[in-house]
């Protein structure tokens, strides 16, 4: 048990749906993180929020849209997805964001398939 | 080409041998992660360093600066050490971490 939770595990939707992933960390950590597993891929950074402030948007298409509503919550809303966004989708949770001697904190992921 | 290159890229071992899995990397680092990833997804952080060596159990992490290069040892491997291991470098140009593509290690009885 890491602290971070990801809900839900797994979720399968087509190209039309709307869903929301969400983490929530106790850890009393201020930066959360989204970042995306592909097969055979190294994990991608998504998004970054620090203190609630988003300070980095990895070059994300618009159809994954972030909030961060307080410090220990983080959601990654999902719209119009293509079948190439199937992937695991991890969050994690640091400290601060910018420290670099801190260790990331992950949640078990999201397993998500778009048909 | 990533910033930061793994080897080998899969991995088989008899119980109780000794692993090594390296890790290189491009760039001016300020710290270098290794993470283990268990089937099923979930990550955990198992060691962070900037220099020399670090020891928990019976793992093993060791870095050289000059030559960016790292290794993960793992001594009297378990087959419950059968994960992806993930090298993650800190580059000195950014605060996001950089990822290599994972190793992944199969320890049989």
């Known amino acids: 048990e890491t602290g971070v939770t990801q809900t839900p595990r797994h979720l399968v939707m087509g190209m039309t749906n709307k869903k929301s992933l969400k983490c929530e960390q106790h850890?009393?950590?201020?930066?959360m993180y989204w970042y995306k597993q592909s097969a055979k891929k190294p994990l991608e950074l998504m998004f970054v929020?620090?203190?609630?402030?988003?300070?980095e948007n990895n070059s994300v298409p618009s159809r994954f849209s972030p909030e961060c509503p307080n410090s220990s919550h983080l959601f990654l809303h999902l719209h119009t997805l293509q079948p190439e966004d199937s992937a695991l989708y991890l969050c994690?949770?640091?400290?601060?964001?910018?420290?670099?001697?801190?260790?990331?904190?992950f949640g078990s992921g999201t397993q998500l398939s778009v048909l | 080409k990533n910033e930061v290159e793994q080897s080998p890229q899969n991995l088989t071992a008899q119980e109780g041998e000794f692993i090594t899995i390296n890790c290189s990397y491009s760039?001016?680092?300020?710290?270098l992660h290794w993470l283990q990833q268990h089937p099923g997804g979930g990550i955990v952080s198992l060691f962070m360093?900037?220099?020399g060596k670090k020891k928990h159990g019976r793992l093993i992490a060791t870095i050289n600066i000059q030559e960016k290069h790292s290794s993960l040892h793992i001594t009297a491997s378990h087959p419950r050490d059968s994960a992806v291991y993930i090298c993650a470098v800190h580059s000195n140009s950014g605060y996001a971490l950089n990822f290599g593509k994972g190793t992944s290690l199969l320890v049989t009885p």
């Open positions: 850890l009393g950590h201020n930066a």
């Open positions: 760039v001016g680092i300020s710290a």
């Open positions: 360093l900037s220099s």
């Open positions: 994690a949770s640091s400290p601060a964001e910018g420290i670099h001697n801190e260790k990331l904190f």
């Open positions: 929020y620090n203190f609630k402030e988003q300070t």
